[in-house]
């Protein structure tokens, strides 16, 4: 059973991804699931176990809408735009395919974010 869409389970990867990535940025250890999960919460509200629900499709579907999921997920992508370079974000894109054509045989997909919002946030 599919509670989430792939799209959703793509921007919910991408979503980690980018935080994993600024979180070692900063000099954290990889291994401190517990400071990462603080790190995300209190420093951009983002909601670690709600994005790993989504990335392992497990959850309860009748707690959110399609359309409150991809906007959640927005917001948050959102957040952590003014912190990523365009290779970070094209690197977590790959990773977000790669994982999805070994588990869902996936298309290709697309941030829940116009591409104009991207170019304009963006850190160079």
């Known amino acids: 059973m599919n ?5 959703q389970q793509y921007n919910a990867w991408i ?7 600024i979180f070692l940025l900063e000099g ?6 517990h400071l990462f999960e603080t790190f995300a919460a209190q420093r951009f509200g983002i909601n670690v176990d709600f ?4 990335i392992m499709n497990i959850g309860d579907p009748e ?3 399609a359309g409150s999921t991809e906007d959640i997920l927005a917001s948050y992508l959102f957040t952590l735009l003014p912190f990523v ?5 094209n690197d ?3 990773n977000a395919n790669q994982y999805l054509l070994n588990t869902r045989d996936a298309d290709v997909y697309h941030l829940f974010l116009p591409e104009s919002v ?7």
């Open 118 to 124: 991207l170019h304009q946030t963006l850190n160079p």
């Open 15 to 21: 979503i980690s991804d980018l935080l994993k990535q």
């Open 51 to 54: 994005i790993f629900s989504i």
């Open 28 to 33: 954290h250890e990889d291994s401190d699931t």
């Open 63 to 65: 707690e959110r809408t």
């Open 85 to 89: 370079t365009k290779d970070m974000l």
């Open 92 to 94: 977590s894109m790959e």
């Open 3 to 7: 509670y989430f869409s792939p799209e």
